[in-house]
């Protein structure tokens, strides 16, 4: 039986002239949500549009618009691929992520059209229908954060919200549980306007006090255990993959910015990814310097840099004590594929043979423990896109890490005369992580957005951009488990599990009222 109270017509609510533009819209405005831009708004706003586009349409018209809205996004957000690889890995990527977003929206355009019949009653159009519609854009998130060849956690919902009130909530439920509220309330929206028995007034109100429930809602309460002042160094040093520069100079720069700070009482130095272009673990010279500096600072140093170890290069970064060397190594557990390594490469080879031959070595995928013992505190080691990954903040916070220190080498995605927006968005990251686990994250580049942001996700202190610098400050640390890390990737499973087991129920009744269709016709 068809429900009164809400329009299930086969009548879209655009003409399709008029939906691929709007859906196109909607996925540059889902880009303006996220730095740099930042209007973080605009995230759920931008979903509600494209859920409009979907209403009344099938599967495949849905999958059209979906496609159309994720190129949109994905070649706008990830546009600094283009600043020195050029446009085919930039073109090559978003088409791949575009694919995803498409599955996705096709499915959720069969939720949006068949859910009210699923569950007629008003609580179930209001309540079970956004409910599944956002589960299934959180399974769609999931995966293509880890998959293909790892994944790329880049452009999720939750990333958009690390500077707005939403933002708290990243303690309680994570980044997979913050975006398939943001997607909630952008699907509530549209199911809100389809009710039409309700007034303006209610629907108003249910919107506002949804809203205000998850404003009002307070972060995990992060309990201080001590604290550690540290010295964070940005060499300003270029240090892109395909950059010119004599060797020892990235070293040399890090050295520069470091001296001044002699004198400083300081529990550790932390570097960035590449803070030294010479391995330590095979040139005397390179750890004669490292020696100095551990020695002069009378702290350790937590550097970054490429070793070669049993013929395989690694992507590593290394605790180093003045007269002891590398006494702890974590090599990167998430290279990343067609840059720090070439997966398939004969495969891939025919396609782009002169952009898969610049990728000459491929760093192996590291198996150490990601914390360091620094003297009797635990630091979470993550490399450039490790902070992305959801299982390694995870491994590190279990293992007791009291705050993370997150190496970082931006440079092949900007320079001062051509900004691009990469490394903020990698800061908002860090930023999540940092309320996510109520730790201190130490975010330190080579070239830019260098902070120390606090558990709350305020900002200590920063480097600017493209500047060599310093900080040196008195930062918090902290044991405390929070509700997001005890639950792990368990809200995730069951998010998406609601929506995956809601679009089956939504082709049933599909496939249901089409069948007893055609059976009244013959007869």
Not at 92 to 102: D, E, G
Not at 409 to 426: H, K, L, M, P, V
Request: aromatic fraction near 8%; charge should be negative; charged fraction near 15%.
């Amino acid at each position: 039986m068809v429900a009164k109270g809400i329009d299930v017509r086969a009548v879209p609510l655009y003409p399709i002239w008029l939906a691929m533009p709007l859906a196109a819209a909607s996925g540059v405005l889902l880009d303006g949500a996220f730095p740099d831009t930042g209007i973080w708004p605009l995230a759920p706003v931008a979903v509600a549009l494209l859920f409009t586009t979907l209403l009344g349409r099938g599967p495949w018209m849905g999958w059209l618009l979906g496609l159309i809205a994720g190129l949109a996004f994905w070649l706008t957000h990830i546009h600094w691929l283009t600043l020195y690889l050029g446009p085919l890995p930039w073109v090559a990527l978003a088409v791949l992520q575009a694919i995803f977003f498409s599955i996705a929206v096709a499915m959720i355009s069969v939720v949006l059209r068949w859910g009210p019949r699923v569950w007629p009653s008003r609580l179930g159009r209001l309540g079970m229908v956004p409910l599944v519609v956002a589960g299934l854009w959180t399974a769609r998130e999931a995966i293509a954060a880890v998959w293909p060849y790892g994944g790329f956690a880049w452009g999720r919902l939750a990333l958009s919200q690390t500077e707005g009130p939403f933002a708290g909530l990243l303690s309680l439920v994570g980044a997979s549980g913050l975006s398939f509220l943001i997607a909630l309330l952008a699907a509530l929206g549209v199911q809100l306007l389809r009710e039409r028995t309700l007034s303006f007034s209610w629907r108003g109100g249910i919107a506002v006090a949804a809203i205000a429930l998850l404003i009002a809602i307070p972060a995990w309460p992060v309990l201080q255990s001590g604290t550690t002042r540290l010295a964070a160094v940005q060499g300003n040093a270029n240090a892109g993959l395909f950059a010119e520069y004599v060797p020892g100079e990235i070293l040399a720069n890090h050295v520069s910015e470091t001296l001044p700070l002699v004198g400083e009482d300081v529990d550790m130095v932390v570097w960035p990814e590449n803070g030294s272009d010479i391995d330590p673990l095979r040139s005397e010279l390179s750890a004669r310097t490292l020696d100095s500096i551990s020695e002069r600072m009378q702290a350790p140093l937590v550097v970054g840099t490429i070793t070669l170890r049993d013929d395989k290069f690694y992507n590593s970064s290394l605790l180093w004590k003045a007269g002891e060397g590398a006494v702890q190594i974590y090599d990167k557990v998430h290279p990343v594929p067609f840059a720090e390594y070439m997966p398939d490469r004969e495969f891939w080879r025919p396609f782009a043979p002169d952009l898969i031959d610049l990728i000459s070595r491929d760093y192996e995928i590291g198996t150490q423990s990601n914390i360091f013992d620094i003297d009797g505190i635990l630091a979470g080691i993550a490399i450039c896109f490790d902070i992305a990954d959801d299982q390694l903040v995870k491994e590190m916070i279990s293992g007791g890490s009291e705050l993370i220190l997150a190496q970082t080498n931006n440079a092949d995605f900007g320079s001062a005369e051509r900004y691009t927006d990469e490394s903020i968005q990698q800061l908002a990251i860090a930023r999540m992580r940092a309320i996510e686990t109520g730790r201190t994250v130490v975010n330190i580049s080579t070239v830019s957005s260098s902070a120390i942001i606090a558990p709350d996700g305020s900002t200590i202190a920063s480097i600017p951009d493209f500047t060599a610098g310093s900080m040196v400050e008195e930062v918090p640390l902290s044991t405390t488990v929070t509700p997001a890390i005890a639950a792990g990737r368990g809200i995730e499973w069951l998010v998406s599990g609601l929506g995956l087991a809601g679009f089956v129920l939504a082709v049933i009744t599909a496939a249901r009222t089409r069948r007893s269709r055609v059976m009244v016709s013959r007869g």
